[in-house]
């Protein structure tokens, strides 16, 4: 039997988890899409999905790991032999793909750090981030090599998840969370009350917090509320099996996921606050209708807040500089946690020592990462993370959850839950994980797919959609597949 690393403390695991679950998409994409579904009001649909979906889902996952004692390929082993390669499928597309193009954008983060000490993006924000920075080509395929600043960006974040995952658990991914969740939090209190001191942050208040109660009987709202809910929690990734194998025999699972999942969403509200307060005053500033400079995405962190800073009535660098930390730290703390899920799975498998299997997987990520560091870069970040958001991870989380609630039993895994904790699970989880999540994940698997027959994705052609978008689920699972015949170096059953 093979030991296993374990958290040094309670507080340590719950910081780990919080950091995986906080990322971008908390800054950039949860405050767009209050705003583009009413508001307030879309507090009401996300906070149902997140005590009917999210909760459950992350009790399941960590549920699972815990009682398994391994990572994903080796928890899905240990149910069913040959459901390992689900396993494999789904870290390997989070680290051989959403993980590649994560890295590169928390690498330009690092650059616009460094720029933000001279405001060098100047007064066409959205000209220098396309054109001077990206250089970006003018098609997909077109690739045109490399900027050096991205390039030297991109290997400064491998380096760094390198390092936090090569010292273990104890003293990389629970130290390094112990000292970033703190200063992330510390900082978006800092900016969120700047923020609000600015002159027409009202009227981005406002229209954040706004409620619109019609848009609730609008499909799409519930649609997005419940797919924020799912991706922003790092479920179906494989995260939360290989984080739990590492807790203690006596453990408070749903204790601890009601923390988390809550956690996650205050922060996200929290975040939101301060885009929306610096979104209004951009609007009175500039003398725009606010629904001219609210946006999502990337676009948000590299285009319009640089617009903003360079209008700030004071302390323009020390914002910036703060708010692009802000960025990397909540970066960071998702990225380790999905290159641990895989690394987890290659100790599990083949015995390898975490320094050599973290090595080289870094090695591979950070050469495989670079096609999203070329000129066509922002081209394939937006396809593949579509892609592998909109389609692997819902295929990947369904068949999760049969594999886990149906063929090992939800009953199964709710008792050795109440065994381990002295907060008990109630059997309307048992309902939840069996009936009421498949049925959500495959409404949002059908919206996907709707979406897309319905019209090509982004604007992009058809052809250009199947190489890059499908061709890279497909080399996912060929790769898991590979790793599933691979023969194991342990005895799969020695719990």
């Not at 895994?413 to 109630?426: S, Y």
Request: proline share 3%; hydrophobic share 55%.
């Amino acid at each position: 039997m093979l030991e296993r690393d374990q958290w040094k403390s309670r507080v340590g695991f719950l910081l780990a988890v919080i950091g995986s679950a906080i990322g971008l998409g908390n800054i950039w994409r949860f405050p767009y899409l209050a705003y583009r579904n009413g508001g307030g009001a879309f507090l009401i649909p996300y906070i149902i999905a997140l005590f009917s979906v999210g909760i459950p889902l992350m009790i399941m996952e960590q549920g699972i790991g815990h009682a398994l004692r391994g990572s994903a390929p080796l928890a899905f082993a240990r149910i069913r032999r040959r459901w390992e390669l689900l396993g494999w499928w789904i870290v390997t597309f989070v680290t051989f793909g959403i993980l590649l193009y994560y890295t590169v954008v928390l690498g330009w983060c690092a650059n616009y750090l460094a720029y933000s000490f001279t405001l060098k993006w100047g007064a066409n924000t959205q000209n220098f981030f396309e054109h001077t920075f990206l250089g970006l080509s003018k098609g997909p395929f077109y690739i045109e090599g490399f900027h050096l600043v991205v390039l030297v960006g991109v290997a400064a974040i491998w380096f760094i998840n390198w390092f936090i995952i090569y010292r273990g658990i104890s003293k990389g991914i629970e130290l390094a969370n112990k000292v970033m969740m703190p200063l992330l939090f510390l900082i978006t209190v800092a900016l969120a009350a700047w923020s609000a001191s600015l002159p027409g942050a009202m009227v981005g208040i406002r229209a954040y917090f706004h409620p619109n109660f019609e848009v609730l009987k609008t499909p799409s709202v519930w649609i997005d509320a419940f797919g924020q809910v799912f991706f922003t929690l790092s479920l179906g990734m494989g995260i939360m099996i290989a984080y739990a194998s590492y807790l203690p025999a006596r453990t408070e699972i749903k204790r601890n996921s009601l923390i988390i999942c809550l956690a996650n969403c205050a922060f996200g509200i929290l975040a939101g606050f301060g885009v929306f307060a610096t979104l209004g005053f951009m609007s009175v500033k500039a003398g725009l209708p606010f629904d001219k400079v609210a946006s999502g995405g990337p676009g948000l962190a590299f285009v319009t807040y640089p617009q903003i800073i360079n209008q700030l009535p004071f302390g323009r660098t020390a914002f910036a500089v703060l708010f692009f930390m802000s960025l990397i730290f909540a970066g960071i703390t998702s990225s380790i946690s999905i290159l641990e899920a895989f690394i987890s799975g290659l100790i599990d498998k083949f015995g390898s020592s975490r320094k050599k299997a973290t090595t080289v997987t870094c090695v591979i990520g950070f050469a495989l990462s670079l096609i999203f560091a070329t000129h066509a870069g922002l081209y394939w970040v937006d396809i593949v993370d579509h892609f592998l958001n909109r389609y692997a991870l819902l295929v990947g989380g369904l068949l999760e959850t049969v594999l886990i609630a149906w063929i090992y039993r939800s009953s199964r895994l709710r008792g050795h839950i109440n065994a381990v904790g002295d907060h008990k699970l109630g059997i309307w989880w048992q309902y939840l994980v069996i009936i009421w999540v498949p049925l959500v994940l495959i409404s949002l698997l059908t919206a996907s797919i709707y979406g897309s027959v319905r019209s090509p994705f982004g604007g992009y052609e058809w052809n250009v959609l199947a190489y890059i978008g499908f061709g890279w689920i497909l080399a996912t699972l060929i790769i898991a597949y590979v790793f599933t015949r691979l023969n194991w170096k342990r005895v799969v059953d020695d719990k």
